[in-house]
């Protein structure tokens, strides 16, 4: 079983910047895939940035590439996302996702909202 803990979100203004945190119950090495994803209200689920494990890849959604930055930090078994340049639209809940071999987790999720 991991747990998941995120910190970080909140209320800005367009154009500021926020960093989520996750952290997790597990050394991070013994997870595959690292992931944030947000829901805006009324819509669905979506993958916001993830980060594979083994390599060290990246992905991104096309609407924040250049933007987020997803990293991890080893000694603390975490998972951050950096948010620059926030839009309204990156209004929603984000949820810190990771996968082992077996199975995956989701965090509680943090509200993050953006203000024109």
């Known amino acids: 079983q991991v747990q998941l803990v995120e910190s970080g979100g909140g209320q800005v203004q367009a154009g500021g910047s926020l960093r989520l945190s996750c952290a997790a119950s597990?050394?991070?090495?013994?997870?595959?895939?690292m992931a944030w994803y947000r829901q805006a209200p009324g819509k669905q689920r979506e993958l916001v940035a993830r980060l594979i494990s083994s390599s060290g890849l990246t992905i991104y959604a096309d609407s924040v590439k250049g933007r987020f930055t997803i990293s991890r930090d080893n000694p603390k078994n975490s998972v951050n996302l950096q948010m620059n340049s926030l839009e309204p639209e990156d209004t929603g809940v984000y949820y810190c996702?990771?996968?082992?071999?077996?199975?995956?987790?989701w965090g509680q999720g943090t509200q993050v909202t953006v203000s024109s």
């Open positions: 597990v050394s991070i090495f013994s997870l595959n895939t």
């Open positions: 996702h990771v996968a082992t071999v077996r199975e995956d987790y």
